[in-house]
């Protein structure tokens, strides 16, 4: 195991300048945004911006704003020290984990939302999460400046999301999607996972099997939206320990239904096991 020197800051003035500093050496930053509990999922994001960038930052904050119920936040994993490692042992330079009262001190008032996109699926599920996570990133895009940015595929709703938000701000970051990453069971990796009971973990694949199910049917030349979300609803109900939230047909693009007749869609799905949700999607 090879870790590079890895250096970590709570402080968001701080970590600002020393990115600011960087730069001026010619330097190029990638950004990570994580709220912790790092997995193999996001090693894979780490090595992509350290293969692409000279110094990679991985923020750690479990941020406050974009969770609906204050159990779901205090359950949340938090294990700095490992994700330190686990950063470093991934080619992360820095980690940026600041405290709630460093991201929003007293008196913080301000909210960034974006509509349409946000509307549907995550944004209908999980009211006032969408906003909570764009006010963060705009506020990690701020501290982390001029660069790119890495965000899981997994999260599909949440790249486009993040993706408008540098669009239509101007931000000055490059938002990449990175392939979503499975375990051999396919079940798409989630720190949410390690909170799932044996049983139900043995449940969850069923998420993966309905998304193949409906691109095995668009494959097939069946590109009804509504025949396509039956496939994936027939499949979830087949398993009695998860319970279908939603599954969706969409445009990539613009996550609302398709229109184009042979465009990609992107299929998702959401499903629930007692507080945990499940969500992943697959390109068809
Ligand atoms: O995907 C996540 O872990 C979070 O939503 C993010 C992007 C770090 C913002 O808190």
Redesign the pocket.
Known sequence: MTTTALRVTSDPAAMALELDALRRQGRSVGLV???GALHVGHASLIRRAAAECDAVVV?V?V?PL?FGSRDDLDAYPRRLAEDALSAADAGATWVFAPTPAEMYPEGFGTTVHIGGITERMEGAARPGHFDG?TT??TK?FAVAGRGRAY??EK?FQ?LQV?RRLARDLSLPVEVIGCPTVRAADGLALSSRNARLTPPQRAAAPVLHQALQAGVALVRSGVRDPVAVRAAMVREIAGQPLVVLDYAEVVDPETLAPPTASGGPLRLLVAARRGPIRLIDNLPA
């Open positions: 945004p994580t709220m923020s904050f941020n974009q996570v963060v990133v990690l965000f899981g999260d949440q993040v």
